[in-house]
């Protein structure tokens, strides 16, 4: 499986608009991978909090419609990060605001949609603004010269829960997707809880973060693609930059055939 991991970097003097042309003419030159990722939040500000609101839209809003328009014209399973959705409010007292990742096919179609489940915030930002998610998302990926993957989705702040990658892992995902806006100072915890959720659940991890600096938080970048023994495949630095791996999803059942820890789990 062909993969683009597009590690983006932005600031605070530009348009949501300005970007979201600055994106997809960079999902359109990934054109011949099978998967192409963006990170969290990148058209409202991963820290922007005060900018959420005015920049919130639903799943039919320009920065959804261009990114299903990218996915197209590139011919690419898109994972567009995510947006700050907004939509109706499920309960009394709910926002009706989410951090919503969308994922669209190779036709533009949106093919899954996730909402955070961890919000990050300690009382502000997230857990102040928007509503958890509830829903686990895996779903399978065409790839142009072999069956379609298996890939389940997180978010940023869940990569530090383990239990969301083990029930991602019984729902047969074998690619876990991790876009983010991690800070560059805990960037070491987020290369190393990437390798940690490959290894103890045998999945390639494939981690997009944010780069440059925004709100007055320095992104930490150091995107990578980790393989299901550990072994770190590709890595980026700390500025805007592109991976492109070909994942051998094969790999992923050898691994697990010669090494069968994941047979010997006793409590689930
Ligand atoms: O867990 C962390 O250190 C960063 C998480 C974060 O920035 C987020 O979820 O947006």
């Not at 990437?194 to 440059?212: D, I, K, Y």
């Not at 930490?220 to 492109?244: F, K, P, Y």
Request: hydrophobic content about 45%; charged content about 25%; some cysteine.
């Amino acid at each position: 499986m062909k993969v683009a991991v597009i590690q983006l970097a932005y600031g605070d003097d530009e348009s949501v608009a300005e970007r979201t042309d600055r994106v997809v003419a960079l999902v359109e030159a990934q054109a011949g991978h099978d998967l192409v990722v963006l990170p969290e939040l990148w058209p409202a500000g991963g820290f922007d909090y005060g900018r959420w609101s005015e920049r919130a839209e639903p799943l039919d809003g320009p920065v959804a419609t261009a990114l299903s328009a990218a996915a197209r014209r590139a011919g690419v399973t898109l994972h567009g990060g995510s947006i700050v959705e907004r939509g109706t409010p499920v309960g009394d007292g709910d926002h009706g605001v989410w951090n919503t990742s969308l994922v669209f096919g190779p036709d533009g179609t949106l093919v899954a949609r996730y909402r955070k489940i961890h919000r990050f915030g300690f009382g502000e930002g997230e857990p102040m603004l928007m509503d958890a998610g509830h829903e686990l998302v895996v779903l399978d990926v065409p790839t142009a010269d072999g069956p379609p993957v298996r890939v389940g989705l997180s978010t940023c702040y869940d990569l530090r829960f383990p239990e969301l990658y083990r029930r991602l892992l019984d729902d047969g995902a074998r690619v876990l997707v991790v876009p983010a806006a991690w800070p560059m100072r805990r960037v070491a915890h987020w290369t190393l809880l990437g390798q940690a959720r490959a290894v103890e659940n045998q999945c390639v991890v494939v981690q997009c973060n944010t780069a440059g600096t925004h709100a007055r938080h320095e992104m930490g970048g150091h995107s990578q693609v980790v393989d299901a023994t550990g072994n770190v495949l590709a890595a980026a630095g700390a500025e805007q930059e592109v991976l492109s791996i070909d994942i051998d999803t094969a790999a992923v059942d050898i691994w697990r055939r010669d090494f069968p820890v994941l047979a010997d789990r006793r409590l689930s």
